[in-house]
Protein backbone atom coordinates (compact mmCIF):
# COMPACT_ATOMS: atom_id res chain seq x y z
CA UNK A 1 0.00 0.00 0.00
CA UNK A 2 1.12 3.91 -0.73
CA UNK A 3 -0.70 6.61 0.74
CA UNK A 4 -0.78 10.44 -1.05
CA UNK A 5 0.33 13.07 1.67
CA UNK A 6 0.44 16.73 1.07
CA UNK A 7 3.63 18.45 3.44
CA UNK A 8 4.00 22.63 3.66
CA UNK A 9 7.18 22.14 5.44
CA UNK A 10 9.62 23.60 3.73
CA UNK A 11 12.49 22.55 6.27
CA UNK A 12 13.67 19.94 8.94
CA UNK A 13 11.98 19.82 12.52
CA UNK A 14 14.31 19.21 15.16
CA UNK A 15 13.00 18.03 18.15
CA UNK A 16 14.54 18.38 21.69
CA UNK A 17 13.69 17.17 25.20
CA UNK A 18 10.53 18.71 25.05
CA UNK A 19 9.17 16.25 22.71
CA UNK A 20 9.68 13.07 24.85
CA UNK A 21 6.42 12.46 26.17
CA UNK A 22 5.87 12.37 29.49
CA UNK A 23 3.93 8.84 30.18
CA UNK A 24 6.01 6.70 27.72
CA UNK A 25 9.32 8.59 27.65
CA UNK A 26 9.85 8.16 24.25
CA UNK A 27 9.24 10.11 20.64
CA UNK A 28 7.22 8.45 18.11
CA UNK A 29 7.73 10.24 14.30
CA UNK A 30 4.49 9.65 12.10
CA UNK A 31 5.64 7.59 8.89
CA UNK A 32 2.19 7.07 7.85
CA UNK A 33 1.52 10.46 6.59
CA UNK A 34 -1.80 10.37 8.31
CA UNK A 35 -0.94 12.05 11.99
CA UNK A 36 -2.68 15.76 12.87
CA UNK A 37 0.20 16.17 15.27
CA UNK A 38 2.97 15.64 12.29
CA UNK A 39 5.50 14.44 12.43
CA UNK A 40 4.44 13.36 15.87
CA UNK A 41 2.63 10.06 15.89
CA UNK A 42 -0.78 10.55 17.01
CA UNK A 43 -2.33 7.21 16.17
CA UNK A 44 -4.18 7.92 13.36
CA UNK A 45 -1.73 4.88 11.96
CA UNK A 46 -4.53 2.58 13.38
CA UNK A 47 -6.55 3.69 9.97
CA UNK A 48 -4.53 2.24 7.69
CA UNK A 49 -4.40 -1.77 9.27
CA UNK A 50 -7.08 -2.78 6.59
CA UNK A 51 -4.66 -0.88 3.59
CA UNK A 52 -4.68 -3.43 0.71
CA UNK A 53 -0.59 -4.21 -0.38
CA UNK A 54 -0.87 -2.64 -4.10
CA UNK A 55 -3.57 0.09 -4.07
CA UNK A 56 -3.07 3.82 -3.73
CA UNK A 57 -5.05 5.63 -0.83
CA UNK A 58 -5.69 9.36 -0.88
CA UNK A 59 -6.96 10.33 2.82
CA UNK A 60 -9.00 13.89 2.83
CA UNK A 61 -11.32 15.22 5.00
CA UNK A 62 -12.39 12.61 6.95
CA UNK A 63 -12.36 9.66 3.80
CA UNK A 64 -10.35 7.58 2.49
CA UNK A 65 -10.53 6.87 -1.27
CA UNK A 66 -8.47 4.52 -3.36
CA UNK A 67 -6.50 5.87 -6.73
CA UNK A 68 -5.21 4.60 -9.75
CA UNK A 69 -1.66 4.05 -9.29
CA UNK A 70 0.54 6.42 -9.60
CA UNK A 71 3.54 5.60 -12.30
CA UNK A 72 6.69 8.46 -12.09
CA UNK A 73 9.06 8.21 -14.87
CA UNK A 74 11.82 6.36 -12.90
CA UNK A 75 9.44 3.54 -12.10
CA UNK A 76 8.12 3.25 -16.16
CA UNK A 77 12.04 3.17 -17.08
CA UNK A 78 12.76 0.57 -14.36
CA UNK A 79 9.86 -1.92 -15.44
CA UNK A 80 11.53 -1.51 -18.91
CA UNK A 81 14.79 -2.60 -17.50
CA UNK A 82 16.22 0.69 -18.38
S1 LIG B 1 2.62 6.56 12.28
FE1 LIG B 1 1.38 8.13 11.53
S2 LIG B 1 0.02 8.53 13.13
FE2 LIG B 1 1.25 6.95 13.87
Given at each position: MTRLVELEATGPRKLD????????GDVAIC??????SFPF?????????????ETTYLYEDGERRELERVVTAADDEAERGE
Open positions: PADIDDEKQCGLSDCDGSHRRTTDEEP
